[in-house]
């Protein structure tokens, strides 16, 4: 019971901190610009790309095609390349509880493996493993997670990259774990 009230105080502390970072610093709004000649380009999307909102990479190259590298270098040298998320007009619900809840449980998840990581007593090379991988899963969920909810990105491309984290995490416990040693009382 200690540890759901340890990670609800540190969610709420957590939850408080996000809301002042975003409305009153500039942290929030750090990294965005505007695009030049915006309104030309938004009508070319809603012409190009119209209802399907989706993650989209350009140019693109089908991962398939035995080619890909050699296709996409040649693309990418000779055009711009980036990264495209991308919402239709009129898809925008103006009511921000959903993803008030959704940051607030991610936050709460986050405090509660802090919590777990704290009371634990790393003595055995599973737990130096498991505190590793907690971290790592912490810092997965951190970030993407963010990215869903905020900014809409697909829910398949955020657990792939919580996966690969994780997994990543895992593996360097592992290796932590075994380089490390056992701590003594």
Known sequence: MRILLAALAGAI????WTSIAHMVTPL???GFSQIPNESAVLAQMDSSI???PGLYFFPWVDPKDPQMMQKAEKLERANPRGLLMYHPK???DTDMTPMLIKEFVKEFVQALIAAWIVMMIATSFLMRAMIVTAIGLSDAIATN???WVWYGFPGDYTLAQIIVALVGAFVAG???A???PRRTA
Do not use: E, P, R, W
Not at 13 to 16: G, K, N, P, R
């Open 13 to 16: 502390a957590m939850f408080v």
């Open 178 to 180: 075994a380089v490390l």
């Open 145 to 147: 997670v963010s990215y």
């Open 90 to 92: 009129g898809s925008l």
């Open 28 to 30: 929030g709004s750090t």
């Open 174 to 176: 592992l290796a932590i």
């Open 50 to 52: 119209g209802a399907k």
